[in-house]
Each structure stands twice: as C-alpha cells, then as structure tokens.
C-alpha cells in the first residue's frame, strides 16, 4: 500500500511538471505567437533544380555559431520584396546572383548587404537591388536560374558572386537539387512540435549547439581543420588554362557575362571574402595543414577572378583590400566557426558593392537622365 502511495506521489509530481511545462508554452505561444519554423524551406525546380519556397516566414538560427535572424520570401521564393515584372519605368534595378554568402540567412534583411546597398543608392533616385541568392546554389544553378527566371526582371546590373566551392570540372549542366548547407533546420515529429513549441524549440537548437560544441571546438584546429570546397585548389594551383577545374568554370562565367551583355545589362564579377582570405590567425592555421608540400597563396582566389574578369572584359569587384584594412577594428566579420558574414561583414560587403556600381558607366548614365551629376 505505502509502494502504491509512494509510485502516486511520483506520478502525481510528473504530471504536475509536464503540466506546468505546457502552461508555460502556452503562455509563450500566446505572447509570441508561433516559434516559426520549417522542416524544408526548399521546393524542386526542374528548370534550375531547387529554390526557396514562396511566402515563407521563419527563423534561421543556430546558438553555436551565433545567428538568430528572421527570414521572409517573396511569392518568387526570394528574400525579397515582391518583384514588379515588367520593371517600372525609371526603376535602376541591380539582380544579385549566388549562394548562401548572397542570399544572407544568418542576419536580419535590413541587416544584409543586398539592403545596405539599396538604402545608399535609392538616396540617388529609385533603385531596387534583387536578391536571387540561395543557399547551396553552384554556377549551374545560377545559370539556369538567369535564364529561365532572372532575365525577365530586366535588370541594369548584374553582379555574380563567386564563392569557391563554384568550381567545377565537368562539362554537363548539372544543378544542385537539394542544399548541402541548410544550417538549422527541425525535422520530423520534433520538427513539427517546435513550429509551435517554444520549448521544444530551445531544447532542440540547445542539443544542437552542445553537439557542435563537443565535434568542432575540441579539436586541434591546426590538423582538423576543414578545408572548404576549393581553396586548397585555388591556394596551390594557379594552372587557369590547363586545369579543367578552372577552365569549365570559367567557361561558365562567360556564359553569365555573355548573356548578361545580351540583355543590356552590365556585369560584375565580384569575390565573396572568406576568413582564411582576410585573417592572418586563420592563415597561420593553414600553414600547418599538408597542402602537398606547397604554400597557400591566400590571394589564390583573388587572382584567378582577376584572370578571368581581364580574359571576359568585366568589371571586377575585389573587397578583399578591405576586408584586410578594417579587420583590426572591429568585430569578426564572420560568425563562430562559420563562413558567413555577420551584420558588419554585410555592411562592408554593402559598401563596397554600391561604390562600385556607383563607377559603372549605365549607373553614371541612368543617374544623369535623372538631373543628377
């Protein structure tokens, strides 16, 4: 009788804090509405393999590496305000091209430098700069994206952002279909829970941040290093005409450049500025990984985009400069253990992309029909 009393009292207390439990999610449900998240922001696309959903609201966020940001698509499945086709006369517009470093997840839109621009040129008269960056994306991807679905924006500028794991030895078309990179996502029954559950949802990214934790930050950094998609390439072989890693991708720029030109619309090359281009603590990092006996050049990647854009005859955005003169100033311009820019990476990133399309000759143009000088 007392092992009855006492296995009820046990039970009793058990039902009492799952039931405080789900009071205090519904209390947080009703003052802060759902926790927003989604299993899959993604949708097939035969023409260019994969996008973002339409009309999306939710929260892209991971505690480890130190990003919370709310994300909205268009009913184009960009981030973006919705997209007047065809473009309003007098409208300058600016159409973005690339992956994750473009599309921007990790921060709040405002905070992107797909804004930072728009806000410093919109002061000159009505510029839209559209954000076609998706996580995951290749040149492939790109380049289906373009011109099935970009050119029709009809835009003034096109600024494509190569990231290295861009390049590709193979001859065939061939897009993602799915992102490599989704970052923190919530699948399954947890999933599902945590779209309204705020508990859930701490409890899930918490595990998620100790797991990370626990396989990246206990290692020795300077031989379990990871070493992203093509620098090692790009660091240690500046062979641009022989090795068919360089000459199918640059084969592939020429083709967004091309085509570009076909359709009135000016083209920037322009270099998305990692960690290891920038950092001298990272740089010294890769100085004792085994490259092949060979040492990193860390403006490897500088050098074939400048190669290519002299060979293509386009402009050529470099914010590696930069990058180098403002990092003893300030914050890191990446998150932890991450590649993508914080809020200030996004803001120098911003910069540099207005200034330089403030010098392109179709902008000096447009802004003098305007009455402008």
Known sequence: ?????????????????????VAVDLVLLVVHGPVRVVEDFYE????????MRPNLDFIFASPYHGYHARVRTNGRGLRDDEITVPKPPGVFRILLLGDSMTAGLE??????????????LHAQGPVEVVNAGVRGYNLDN????????????????????????DLVASGAFAPEGSDISRGF??????????????????????????????????????????????????????????????????????????FAAQHDAAFILAGAPQ?????????????????????????????????VAKELQVVRLDPVPAFRAALPRGESFWFHQDPHFTARGHRLMGEQLSSAIEQLPTYRAWKRDRGGH
């Open 44 to 51: 097939p696309e035969p023409r260019f393999g994969y996008r």
């Open 275 to 307: 960690r290891v281009e920038v950092d001298p603590a990272t740089q010294r990092t890769w100085m004792n990984l085994d490259l092949g006996g060979v040492r990193p050049d860390f403006d490897g990647v500088r050098h074939y985009l400048d190669a």
């Open 185 to 258: 996502t919530l699948r399954g029954v947890v999933g599902r829970l945590a779209a309204y559950s705020h508990l859930a949802y701490r409890f899930e990214i918490l595990r998620q941040m100790i797991a990370l934790r626990r396989s990246r930050d206990s290692k020795e950094k300077a031989t379990q290093a990871t070493i992203p998609g093509g620098l090692a390439t790009m660091f240690t072989s500046n062979d641009y005409a022989g090795m068919p890693i360089y000459v199918m991708t640059t084969r592939r720029i020429r083709f967004l450049a091309e």
């Open 107 to 120: 921060v709040d839109r405002q905070a992107s430098f797909e804004s930072v621009c728009e806000s410093r």
């Open 1 to 21: 009788m007392a092992l009855r009393s006492h296995h009820g009292k046990i039970l009793l207390a058990l039902a009492s804090v799952v039931a405080t439990l």
């Open 142 to 165: 790109i380049i289906g994206f373009y011109e099935n679905e970009g050119v029709g924006y009809d835009p003034d500028v096109v600024v494509y952002f190569f990231c290295d794991n």
